[in-house]
């Protein structure tokens, strides 16, 4: 789940254990019985305390635990500040563009992997790019006309 900001800004989170550098999307699970945009918002405020609107599906891939897929969406956070879920997030952040760029290329963070939908709705979608490419598995293209499959 990418969260942006009224300043177009996106937030990546460290899960609690993950190795120090290592940033991704939000990610959760859905209850039984919810909606996914549900979802989508319930997790967002447990993991790191913030309201969202505007729940867009941007595409899915399969995921390779037992009865799991991995479904992608974006959302616009109604405030920036943060309150983290401790037992689930070690460390979140706001990036711009630019400075998501420069750490990458300095090293000190690392992106999800390329065959992983993180790292085309963390960097491909937020960065510009209108393609969603999941390598391997399958092909998603977002129109920016296209209404949200929720």
Do not use: K
């Not at 120090?20 to 959760?28: I, K």
């Not at 505007?54 to 390779?64: A, H, I, K, N, T």
């Not at 979608?125 to 399958?138: D, Y």
């Amino acid at each position: 789940m990418s969260v942006i900001d009224d300043q177009d800004r996106i937030l990546l989170a460290r899960g609690a254990g993950w190795g120090t550098g290592r940033f991704s999307v939000l990610a959760g699970f859905l209850e039984p019985g919810e909606s996914l945009a549900a979802a989508v918002a319930r997790e967002v405020h447990e993991e790191v305390g913030l309201v969202v609107r505007d729940v867009e599906y941007l595409g899915d891939q399969p995921w390779p635990f037992p009865n799991s897929l991995m479904v992608g969406f974006t959302a616009r956070a109604t405030a920036s500040d943060l309150r983290l879920q401790e037992s689930e997030i070690a460390e979140a952040r706001w990036f711009t563009r630019e400075e998501y760029r420069a750490i990458l290329a300095a090293g000190q963070v690392s992106a999800s992997t390329r065959l992983s939908i993180a790292y085309e709705i963390d960097w491909g979608r937020w960065s510009g790019s209108a393609r969603i490419s999941f390598s391997s598995t399958a092909e998603v293209v977002i129109n920016a006309g296209t209404p949200p499959c929720i």
